[in-house]
């Protein structure tokens, strides 16, 4: 599988699980899990989606394996992240540690991701799709 084939089929899950959180909370009008459904959303389905987007417009890059281990990563991230900011939100500090690694994880992926979009991997993929993007 391609990095903007699992970075679109994550998203969308991701999308299904939060839509679902956000109706319960709702019907119940309970939102104290508001932040946690927050990065559910931003993380899980708004940043995978972009993450797809970029991919499938540079094919060189997103066939590497890189690609498809920063997605993978960022996919662990966010689980782990809103899980520890559910738990934080539910009053329980055990989420502390949970979300501190969750944070840390994304931060991490995100220089990763840095890494490939400003990297020379990128300026290759780039001059494959067109040379006036290459020339940026």
């Keep these: 599988m391609k990095a903007s084939g699992l970075s679109f089929r994550a998203a969308v899950i991701f999308a299904m699980l939060g839509m679902t959180w956000g109706i319960v909370m709702a019907i119940s009008e309970d939102h104290a899990a508001m932040p946690a459904h927050a990065h559910l959303n931003l993380l ?40 520890g900011v559910g738990l934080i939100t539910a009053g329980q500090h055990a989420g502390d540690p949970i979300a501190g690694v969750g944070a840390f994880l994304a931060l991490a992926d995100m220089a990763l991701f840095a890494a490939l979009v400003f990297g020379r991997h990128a300026d290759a993929a780039s001059a494959a799709i067109s040379p006036a993007v290459a020339a940026e």
């Design 44 to 83: 899980g389905w708004v940043s995978l989606f972009l993450f797809g987007l970029f991919y499938r417009l540079h094919p060189a890059l997103e066939a590497s394996r890189l690609a498809l281990a920063q997605v993978a990563l960022w996919i662990a991230a966010t689980a782990i992240l809103t899980t």
